[in-house]
């Protein structure tokens, strides 16, 4: 039976969510985790982490990363040189043009979506929105699968600055831990009420659970307890610390820049110090229709501070060659400019784009593909998403030909049959 107290904690305990202050990770998604399943080891990699910064939106090729300085469209910005002899890229990069020999642009990129929704799915998952009836998982998914490791007190998985995509059919188990906001970080962690009271109402629900599983030995029981426990656990751990940003001190705040896109960089380089396999960092504001060259400059300068920043960083702490950094979106922009207004501005463009890889294991320097001179084609080596993500599984040390079996047991490859260009980067 229960005591007046145990009643009084039971009924805190509906109303609270056992309060243990975990209503931020429960939003998030990370808090309906499956109950942990045996995997087998990870598979050994050059990368162990990997950074995507997702400039959501789509980013204007010829005005970043693949100039075009005498082609109709070129626009305002000029091209600069780079630590990569012969790799050139805007002059809104000049921070960044100091790393470019630990790092790859790969101009060859085109893909089939022009929609903002379906480009993001495709890029994210490496097949094409509602393809075979699947919802996929992101890269970020299947990588805290692949090299995540089960016992870790932090996920394997964290999204900051938007939901982003996640695991698909591979379900709750796989998905980030989504931070809205890096200054704040994950507000949740503390306990909003005594120990004592919080250990008392966490074994009173360890109670019930276990006595309703012996009468109806439901897996979501277990699934349930898995996830308190680990919110539990990443609450007591040491490394939460790693979401509190007030820990760094004002100079390198500076270096990284202000804003949530340099916060959230800062705590990426954080996160990958406690071991965590793949952060995403969005950054909005690349649909750039209108008053595409103000926009532009304004976002690079922002890339600019916070990447540099963040690879200098890991330079420091020995892991640049372990961690893997992409800068990317959804597709460029088209290479001429439209006249809509007194703001010109450039439209989606799927058919040809650029996206740009550092550390990871890459030998840098290096360029793959090549667009026409008024980069409205490509000309060399065409780099699909599927492409891309079967480099990236490969950088990883992920084998991007393994099935997973969906819900109704059919079996699905993590990458749609890709053309890697691996060979070519490392």
């Known amino acids: 039976m229960f005591t007046d107290a145990n009643r009084r904690d039971f009924l805190q305990l509906s109303a609270l969510g056992a309060g243990v202050g975990v209503s931020t990770l429960a939003a998030s998604g990370w808090m309906n985790v499956l109950a942990q399943e045996a995997t087998k080891s990870p598979a050994a990699g050059k990368a162990k982490s990997c950074i995507l910064l997702w400039m959501d939106g789509g980013p204007s090729h010829k005005d970043t990363f693949d100039l075009k300085p005498d082609s109709k469209g070129a626009g305002d910005f000029k091209p600069i040189s780079t630590s990569a002899p012969g790799v050139q890229i805007s002059e809104h990069f000049g921070k960044l043009a100091k790393w470019m020999h630990t790092g790859t642009v790969v101009r060859g990129m085109t893909s089939p979506e022009g929609a903002h929704p379906r480009a993001k799915y495709n890029l994210h998952t490496g097949y094409r929105e509602g393809q075979g009836g699947v919802s996929y998982p992101s890269v970020g998914s299947i990588v805290a699968m692949e090299k995540g490791n089960p016992d870790a007190s932090v996920p394997n998985f964290v999204s900051v600055g938007n939901r982003g995509y996640g695991s698909g059919f591979l379900g709750p188990k796989f998905h980030p831990l989504i931070v809205t906001n890096a200054e704040r970080g994950v507000e949740d962690l503390k306990s909003v009420v005594a120990e ?68 959230g960089v800062l705590m990426a380089r954080r996160l990958v110090e406690v071991g965590v396999p793949f952060i995403e960092v969005f950054l909005g504001g690349w649909d750039t229709h209108l008053d595409n060259f103000t926009k532009v400059k304004s ?128």
């Open 196 to 263: 004592d009271k919080q250990a008392r109402r966490l074994g009173l629900l360890d109670q019930m659970e276990k006595a309703f599983y012996h009468d109806y030995q439901a897996g979501a029981i277990t699934d349930h307890a898995t996830a308190y426990q680990r919110a539990v656990t990443l609450m007591k751990s040491k490394e939460a610390k790693a979401f509190d940003l007030t820990a760094e001190d004002a100079a390198t705040k500076a270096r990284y820049g202000s804003g949530n896109f340099a916060n």
């Open 299 to 426: 976002l690079s300068g922002q890339v600019d501070a916070a990447v540099s920043a963040l690879l200098e960083d890991l330079k420091q702490r020995g892991l640049l060659d372990s961690t893997l950094v992409v800068w990317m979106g959804e597709f460029g922009r088209t290479p001429g400019i439209n006249t809509k207004g007194d703001k010109p501005g450039r439209d989606h463009y799927p058919k040809a784009w650029s996206l740009a890889m550092f550390g990871g294991g890459i030998r840098g320097g290096s360029v793959v593909g090549k667009t026409d001179k008024e980069g409205a084609t490509v000309v060399e080596r065409p780099v699909t998403p599927a492409d891309f993500l079967g480099t990236v599984c490969e950088l990883m040390g992920v084998d991007h030909t393994k099935k997973n079996d969906t819900p109704n047991g059919r079996p699905i490859t993590l990458v749609d049959k890709p053309k890697p260009f691996t060979k070519d980067v490392v």
